[in-house]
């Protein structure tokens, strides 16, 4: 990847500044800790390669790697994947590295722009503290996004396609190896329940902490590794088997139905022998295991959790028949349900500020114009994968048919699990966009 010649010139006086206002008022550990921290990143806006590992490991420690503050906790990865960012637009103003603009693009810079202009002229008299907050996750979202196609920029051969998609491959891994560990030493993490967590017993969560958002990742995984190694060989075969099993053990009926769709469509179009042997191994797994029965069942009937869902979907539907133009504002669906009486007032759950369905989520915060322009860019994005994906002997072939393999999962996952803007699952996604675009603006 290309380094940063004198991108750190620019940014050097910035942070040193920041760290020297440290200095008024602490002392200690505190000024030492801050220096270091601006050291470091110095050191990761010089080297963006070395930023995007990072940002891969962030992914990997998932939900503990969060710092506390007044206004809630912080994900450490908004703030590397906001450098990532930042050090893309003062390469874009100091030395015009843009690609040219593409008609994804410019729909998707039409949603973020209803996005922002739903919230800020939203029906809701928004406090400043609740304004602020709501801002945070537009621009947390404008953050992530970009990575498609601020990332091409950065890459200057194969060999950093390649690069990014193996270290993709390594986090997923990873994060799936974590799950097993966590499943054998915390099967219970009803301990996190303090901190606003589901107490989950017995399922594999990984850092995560959440079976069904884990279960959509599991998708997204799997769905690079029958498109880098299309079991031609034993590590596409062991690394399928993993994480299915892994995604057995999360005993979440979204992530089987996700995991489920991509296996059905590799089947379908490439070779049925996949199709077979998952149904050998799942078969089996499930009469050996009561609890799999149920889940497996249980999605044929309409039960406490189901019966939530449903409501869930009655309750957006009516908002967004109440709010028909540009929606309730991005990211103040918390704050209609609490107009209407659906949500009491001051909820901590950490569900509350979205719909069950990422879809509808979408409509309630943006209106039918911005469900458009969402829907518009995504299935663009699938159209030029299927375009792309023909040639896997290149990063970005092997990109474009994980994204086509893998969309038409997630449009139906994303029904039930607001997965769509879930910060692990939206990076993932932005990455394999960014390495499928990364020779568009060469030729």
């Known amino acids: 990847m290309r380094n940063s010649p004198t991108v750190w010139l620019t940014t050097i006086f910035v942070l040193i500044a920041a760290g020297l206002g440290l ?61 990532f960012f930042l050090l893309w ?12 603009l593409s008609l994804p693009l410019i729909l998707w810079s039409g949603f973020l722009l209803i996005g922002l202009v739903s919230l800020v002229l939203g029906p809701f008299a928004l406090g400043k503290q609740e304004l602020a907050g709501n801002g945070f996750y537009w621009i947390r979202l404008l953050a992530y996004s970009s990575l498609a196609w601020s990332l091409p920029v950065f890459i200057t051969g194969e060999e950093d396609g390649w690069r990014v998609l193996k270290w993709l491959l390594y986090a997923g891994m990873a994060i799936v190896l974590l799950g097993f560990v966590q499943l054998r030493l915390l099967p219970n993490i009803g301990i996190l329940a303090k901190y606003g967590w589901d107490p989950h017993v017995g399922r594999l969560v990984s850092t ?41 053990l999360t ?34 797994l499930t009469v050996a295991i009561p609890r799999i029965q149920e889940r497996v069942v249980g999605a044929f009937h309409i039960d406490t959790t189901s019966q939530d869902r449903i409501d869930s979907w009655l309750v957006a539907l009516s908002v967004s028949n109440d709010y028909p133009v540009t929606g309730v504002g991005y990211n103040s669906y918390a704050t209609a349900q609490e107009h209407i009486g659906a949500l009491k007032v001051g909820s901590t759950s950490r569900a509350a500020a979205g719909s069950d369905s990422s879809l509808l989520n979408v409509l309630v915060d943006t209106g039918p114009l911005g469900l458009g322009l969402f829907l518009a860019a995504l299935g663009l994005v699938w159209w030029d994968a299927d375009k792309k994906r023909a040639d896997t002997s290149t990063p970005s072939g092997v990109a474009a048919q994980t994204l086509y393999m893998v969309m038409p999962a997630l449009f139906i996952y994303t029904w039930f699990v607001n997965a769509l803007f879930y910060p692990f699952i939206l990076l993932i996604l932005t990455l394999l966009v960014g390495v499928m675009y990364s020779w568009r603006g060469k030729e």
Do not use: E, H
């Not at 505190?30 to 080297?47: E, N, P």
């Not at 069904?212 to 031609?232: E, H, K, M, Q, T």
């Open 89 to 100: 637009l003062v390469w874009a103003v100091r030395f015009g590295r843009v690609k040219r």
């Open 251 to 284: 005993y979440s009926r979204s992530g089987y139905l996700a995991v489920g769709i991509v296996l059905l469509l590799y089947g379908l179009r490439y070779s049925w022998k996949i199709v077979a042997i998952a149904l050998i191994c799942v078969v089996p």
């Open 208 to 248: 995560f902490l959440d079976p069904n958002y884990l279960g959509g990742f599991f998708a997204i995984l799997l769905s690079l590794v029958l498109a880098w190694f299309p079991l031609r060989n034993w590590r596409g075969w062991l690394l399928t088997l993993i994480i299915v099993l892994a995604t057995m």
């Open 23 to 83: 200095l008024v008022g602490y002392s200690g550990w505190t000024v030492a800790a801050a220096l270091i921290g601006v050291g470091v990143m110095i050191c990761l806006l010089r080297y963006p390669a070395a930023l995007l590992a990072t940002i891969l490991v962030f992914l990997v420690l998932g939900q503990f790697a969060r710092i506390s503050s007044a206004g809630g906790d912080i994900l450490i990865l908004d703030g590397l994947v906001g450098m």
